[in-house]
Protein backbone atom coordinates (compact mmCIF):
# COMPACT_ATOMS: atom_id res chain seq x y z
CA UNK A 1 0.00 0.00 0.00
CA UNK A 2 1.20 3.46 -0.47
CA UNK A 3 1.48 5.65 2.11
CA UNK A 4 0.17 9.38 3.23
CA UNK A 5 3.11 11.66 3.22
CA UNK A 6 1.37 14.68 3.89
CA UNK A 7 -2.22 16.15 3.82
CA UNK A 8 -2.05 20.03 2.75
CA UNK A 9 -4.58 22.49 4.23
CA UNK A 10 -6.20 24.51 1.80
CA UNK A 11 -3.62 27.45 1.13
CA UNK A 12 -4.68 31.10 0.68
CA UNK A 13 -6.31 32.58 -2.56
CA UNK A 14 -4.78 35.11 -4.89
CA UNK A 15 -6.04 36.66 -7.90
CA UNK A 16 -4.09 35.68 -11.35
CA UNK A 17 -5.46 38.09 -13.87
CA UNK A 18 -8.52 40.32 -13.17
CA UNK A 19 -10.73 36.96 -13.63
CA UNK A 20 -9.45 33.62 -11.73
CA UNK A 21 -9.28 33.38 -7.69
CA UNK A 22 -6.66 30.77 -7.44
CA UNK A 23 -5.07 28.53 -5.00
CA UNK A 24 -1.78 27.43 -5.43
CA UNK A 25 -2.16 23.58 -4.06
CA UNK A 26 1.60 22.60 -5.17
CA UNK A 27 4.65 24.40 -6.07
CA UNK A 28 8.41 22.78 -7.01
CA UNK A 29 9.78 25.53 -5.19
CA UNK A 30 8.15 23.99 -1.78
CA UNK A 31 7.40 20.36 -2.59
CA UNK A 32 9.79 19.45 -5.28
CA UNK A 33 10.81 15.88 -5.03
CA UNK A 34 6.91 14.61 -3.65
CA UNK A 35 5.49 15.88 -7.31
CA UNK A 36 7.90 15.51 -9.37
CA UNK A 37 7.54 15.46 -12.79
CA UNK A 38 4.74 17.85 -11.44
CA UNK A 39 5.91 21.32 -11.54
CA UNK A 40 2.62 22.96 -10.02
CA UNK A 41 -1.43 22.89 -9.22
CA UNK A 42 -3.15 26.23 -9.30
CA UNK A 43 -7.18 25.30 -8.33
CA UNK A 44 -9.80 27.62 -8.93
CA UNK A 45 -12.73 26.75 -6.61
CA UNK A 46 -15.85 27.34 -8.18
CA UNK A 47 -16.97 30.43 -7.75
CA UNK A 48 -19.83 32.90 -9.34
CA UNK A 49 -18.60 35.27 -11.76
CA UNK A 50 -21.10 37.94 -12.78
CA UNK A 51 -22.20 39.05 -15.92
CA UNK A 52 -19.95 41.36 -17.97
CA UNK A 53 -18.79 43.60 -20.84
CA UNK A 54 -15.50 43.68 -19.74
CA UNK A 55 -12.58 41.61 -21.13
CA UNK A 56 -11.84 39.09 -18.05
CA UNK A 57 -8.93 36.27 -17.81
CA UNK A 58 -5.32 36.94 -18.33
CA UNK A 59 -3.54 38.99 -20.83
CA UNK A 60 -0.38 37.49 -23.25
CA UNK A 61 2.25 36.25 -21.45
CA UNK A 62 5.19 33.73 -21.85
CA UNK A 63 6.54 30.36 -21.25
CA UNK A 64 9.26 28.11 -22.10
CA UNK A 65 10.65 24.37 -20.57
CA UNK A 66 7.31 22.70 -19.40
CA UNK A 67 3.78 21.82 -20.43
CA UNK A 68 0.55 23.49 -19.08
CA UNK A 69 -2.33 21.28 -18.38
CA UNK A 70 -6.13 23.52 -17.93
CA UNK A 71 -8.90 21.03 -16.88
CA UNK A 72 -12.37 23.16 -17.22
CA UNK A 73 -14.89 21.71 -14.60
CA UNK A 74 -17.02 24.60 -14.82
CA UNK A 75 -17.33 27.72 -17.40
CA UNK A 76 -15.60 28.03 -20.69
CA UNK A 77 -12.97 29.98 -21.31
CA UNK A 78 -10.72 31.34 -24.94
CA UNK A 79 -7.21 30.42 -25.93
CA UNK A 80 -5.18 32.44 -28.01
CA UNK A 81 -1.26 32.22 -28.72
CA UNK A 82 1.88 32.82 -30.53
CA UNK A 83 1.06 30.01 -33.13
CA UNK A 84 -2.17 31.79 -34.40
CA UNK A 85 -4.29 29.46 -32.30
CA UNK A 86 -7.92 30.19 -31.18
CA UNK A 87 -9.69 28.03 -29.13
CA UNK A 88 -12.41 27.75 -26.84
CA UNK A 89 -12.52 24.87 -23.88
CA UNK A 90 -15.61 24.21 -22.57
CA UNK A 91 -16.80 22.31 -19.86
CA UNK A 92 -15.02 18.62 -19.29
CA UNK A 93 -12.67 20.00 -21.83
CA UNK A 94 -8.98 19.94 -21.22
CA UNK A 95 -6.06 21.95 -22.95
CA UNK A 96 -2.96 20.71 -23.19
CA UNK A 97 0.19 23.79 -24.20
CA UNK A 98 3.18 22.09 -24.82
CA UNK A 99 5.36 25.51 -24.45
CA UNK A 100 8.83 23.67 -25.32
CA UNK A 101 10.62 26.55 -26.64
CA UNK A 102 8.95 29.27 -26.17
CA UNK A 103 5.08 30.36 -26.48
CA UNK A 104 3.83 33.80 -25.72
CA UNK A 105 -0.60 32.84 -24.89
CA UNK A 106 -3.31 34.53 -22.98
CA UNK A 107 -6.83 32.84 -21.42
CA UNK A 108 -9.84 34.76 -21.04
CA UNK A 109 -13.44 33.92 -20.07
CA UNK A 110 -15.23 33.10 -23.24
CA UNK A 111 -17.41 36.28 -24.52
CA UNK A 112 -20.30 34.15 -24.31
CA UNK A 113 -19.53 33.62 -20.49
CA UNK A 114 -18.48 36.78 -19.92
CA UNK A 115 -22.03 38.02 -21.31
CA UNK A 116 -23.87 35.86 -19.23
CA UNK A 117 -21.83 35.00 -16.34
CA UNK A 118 -22.11 31.54 -14.32
CA UNK A 119 -20.04 29.57 -11.87
CA UNK A 120 -16.56 29.14 -12.75
CA UNK A 121 -14.12 25.85 -11.94
CA UNK A 122 -10.45 25.14 -13.29
CA UNK A 123 -7.31 23.33 -12.77
CA UNK A 124 -4.11 24.59 -14.30
CA UNK A 125 -1.10 21.92 -13.94
CA UNK A 126 2.69 22.79 -14.52
CA UNK A 127 4.51 19.26 -16.30
CA UNK A 128 8.22 19.07 -16.75
CA UNK A 129 9.94 18.80 -19.94
CA UNK A 130 13.03 16.35 -19.88
CA UNK A 131 16.02 18.16 -20.33
CA UNK A 132 15.92 16.61 -23.80
CA UNK A 133 12.54 17.95 -24.61
CA UNK A 134 13.01 21.20 -22.71
CA UNK A 135 13.17 22.79 -26.87
CA UNK A 136 10.39 20.90 -28.76
CA UNK A 137 8.34 23.23 -30.59
CA UNK A 138 5.66 24.66 -28.95
CA UNK A 139 1.97 23.66 -29.60
CA UNK A 140 -1.57 23.37 -28.24
CA UNK A 141 -3.87 20.32 -28.28
CA UNK A 142 -7.39 20.05 -27.76
CA UNK A 143 -8.91 17.21 -26.11
CA UNK A 144 -12.50 17.63 -25.87
CA UNK A 145 -14.83 16.02 -22.93
CA UNK A 146 -16.14 13.41 -25.24
CA UNK A 147 -12.87 12.16 -26.47
CA UNK A 148 -11.86 11.39 -22.87
CA UNK A 149 -12.28 8.04 -21.76
CA UNK A 150 -14.37 6.95 -18.48
CA UNK A 151 -13.21 3.67 -16.61
CA UNK A 152 -16.56 2.78 -14.29
CA UNK A 153 -15.42 0.63 -11.16
CA UNK A 154 -18.89 -0.07 -9.47
CA UNK A 155 -20.28 3.38 -8.31
CA UNK A 156 -16.98 5.22 -9.08
CA UNK A 157 -16.11 6.45 -12.50
CA UNK A 158 -12.61 7.79 -13.71
CA UNK A 159 -12.03 9.94 -16.69
CA UNK A 160 -8.73 9.05 -18.42
CA UNK A 161 -7.30 12.78 -19.05
CA UNK A 162 -3.35 11.31 -19.41
CA UNK A 163 -1.92 8.01 -19.36
CA UNK A 164 -3.97 4.81 -18.99
CA UNK A 165 -6.00 2.97 -16.50
CA UNK A 166 -6.72 -0.95 -16.73
CA UNK A 167 -6.14 -1.17 -20.26
CA UNK A 168 -8.13 2.67 -21.96
CA UNK A 169 -5.49 4.42 -22.57
CA UNK A 170 -5.62 8.23 -23.22
CA UNK A 171 -6.04 10.33 -26.31
CA UNK A 172 -2.71 12.61 -25.76
CA UNK A 173 0.81 11.02 -25.43
CA UNK A 174 2.80 13.06 -23.01
CA UNK A 175 6.75 12.86 -23.03
CA UNK A 176 6.94 11.29 -20.18
CA UNK A 177 5.30 8.32 -18.01
CA UNK A 178 2.29 9.96 -16.12
CA UNK A 179 -1.52 9.56 -15.34
CA UNK A 180 -3.81 12.17 -14.88
CA UNK A 181 -7.36 11.01 -13.91
CA UNK A 182 -10.46 12.89 -12.98
CA UNK A 183 -11.94 10.20 -10.28
CA UNK A 184 -15.44 10.52 -9.37
CA UNK A 185 -15.61 8.63 -5.89
CA UNK A 186 -18.80 6.98 -4.78
CA UNK A 187 -18.39 4.58 -1.54
CA UNK A 188 -15.30 2.86 -1.25
CA UNK A 189 -12.31 1.94 -4.08
CA UNK A 190 -9.44 0.27 -3.93
CA UNK A 191 -6.65 2.04 -6.80
CA UNK A 192 -3.65 0.41 -8.22
CA UNK A 193 -1.17 2.70 -8.52
CA UNK A 194 2.20 2.50 -10.15
CA UNK A 195 4.91 1.35 -7.64
CA UNK A 196 7.81 3.64 -9.09
CA UNK A 197 5.90 6.71 -9.52
CA UNK A 198 5.14 10.47 -7.59
CA UNK A 199 1.60 10.35 -6.67
CA UNK A 200 -0.55 13.99 -5.56
CA UNK A 201 -4.05 13.62 -4.99
CA UNK A 202 -6.54 16.89 -5.19
CA UNK A 203 -9.61 16.70 -3.24
CA UNK A 204 -11.88 19.21 -5.65
CA UNK A 205 -15.56 17.81 -3.95
CA UNK A 206 -16.91 15.93 -0.84
CA UNK A 207 -14.89 14.54 1.63
CA UNK A 208 -12.29 11.39 1.22
CA UNK A 209 -11.23 9.30 4.22
CA UNK A 210 -8.00 7.27 3.66
CA UNK A 211 -5.52 5.73 6.48
CA UNK A 212 -7.64 7.52 9.01
CA UNK A 213 -7.33 10.92 7.08
CA UNK A 214 -10.35 12.47 6.33
CA UNK A 215 -9.43 15.34 3.27
CA UNK A 216 -11.53 18.08 2.47
CA UNK A 217 -12.46 20.22 -0.68
CA UNK A 218 -9.48 22.16 -1.25
CA UNK A 219 -6.60 19.68 0.33
CA UNK A 220 -3.84 18.21 -1.48
CA UNK A 221 -2.06 14.79 -0.45
CA UNK A 222 1.21 13.87 -0.96
CA UNK A 223 2.52 10.32 -0.72
CA UNK A 224 5.50 8.08 0.30
CA UNK A 225 7.96 5.98 -2.07
CA UNK A 226 7.09 2.27 -3.21
CA UNK A 227 3.62 0.48 -2.74
CA UNK A 228 1.19 0.24 -5.16
CA UNK A 229 -2.63 0.52 -3.69
CA UNK A 230 -4.54 3.10 -2.02
CA UNK A 231 -8.02 2.76 -0.42
CA UNK A 232 -10.27 5.59 -0.42
CA UNK A 233 -13.28 6.01 1.05
CA UNK A 234 -16.50 8.74 0.54
CA UNK A 235 -19.32 8.72 2.81
CA UNK A 236 -21.32 10.02 -0.38
CA UNK A 237 -19.37 11.39 -3.25
CA UNK A 238 -16.20 12.90 -3.95
CA UNK A 239 -14.09 14.57 -6.95
CA UNK A 240 -10.41 13.83 -6.66
CA UNK A 241 -7.78 14.75 -9.20
CA UNK A 242 -5.50 11.87 -8.85
CA UNK A 243 -1.70 12.34 -10.53
CA UNK A 244 1.24 10.12 -11.06
CA UNK A 245 4.50 10.38 -12.82
CA UNK A 246 7.34 8.92 -13.28
CA UNK A 247 10.21 11.25 -11.55
CA UNK A 248 12.83 13.08 -13.79
CA UNK A 249 15.15 13.55 -11.11
CA UNK A 250 16.48 16.48 -13.29
CA UNK A 251 17.73 19.95 -12.03
CA UNK A 252 15.24 22.60 -11.71
CA UNK A 253 16.04 26.46 -12.30
CA UNK A 254 12.61 28.44 -12.48
CA UNK A 255 12.02 32.20 -12.58
CA UNK A 256 8.56 33.30 -13.02
CA UNK A 257 6.84 31.54 -16.61
CA UNK A 258 10.11 29.28 -17.47
CA UNK A 259 11.53 26.27 -15.74
CA UNK A 260 14.29 24.99 -16.92
CA UNK A 261 18.09 23.11 -15.69
CA UNK A 262 19.95 25.84 -15.45
CA UNK A 263 20.57 29.40 -14.37
CA UNK A 264 22.14 30.21 -17.78
CA UNK A 265 19.19 28.36 -19.65
CA UNK A 266 16.69 30.97 -17.51
CA UNK A 267 19.12 34.18 -18.77
CA UNK A 268 19.14 32.87 -22.58
CA UNK A 269 15.41 32.79 -22.36
CA UNK A 270 14.46 36.14 -21.06
CA UNK A 271 17.07 36.82 -24.00
CA UNK A 272 15.03 35.78 -26.48
CA UNK A 273 12.35 36.90 -25.04
CA UNK A 274 13.54 40.32 -25.59
CA UNK A 275 14.40 39.75 -28.89
CA UNK A 276 11.08 38.67 -29.84
CA UNK A 277 11.63 35.14 -30.19
CA UNK A 278 8.62 33.95 -28.56
CA UNK A 279 6.06 35.35 -31.32
CA UNK A 280 3.15 38.13 -31.13
CA UNK A 281 0.16 38.03 -29.96
CA UNK A 282 -2.62 40.70 -29.78
CA UNK A 283 -4.19 41.27 -26.49
CA UNK A 284 -8.21 40.50 -26.29
CA UNK A 285 -10.93 38.19 -27.67
CA UNK A 286 -10.23 36.72 -31.39
CA UNK A 287 -12.79 37.60 -33.44
Known sequence: MKRVEKVYATPPKRWVGNAFYAATMFTYKETHKSGDP????????????KASTDCLGVGPHPHRGFELVGIVYQGEIEHSDSQGLSRLIGAKDVQWITAGSGILHQELLSKRFCQQGGIFEMVQLWLNLPKAYKMTPPQHKMIYAEQIPTATLGASQIRIIAGDFEGMKAPTKSFGPINVWDLSLKGSL???????????????????VLEGYKVGPQQLITFQKGGQGVHLQAKESAKVLVLTGLPLNEPIVGRGPFVMNSKEEIEQALEDLQAGKFGTLKAGHGE
Request: aromatic letters at 6%; a negative charge; glycine letters at 6%.
Open 38 to 49: FLLIDYIAPRHI
Open 190 to 208: HLLLPEDHNVLMLVLGGVV
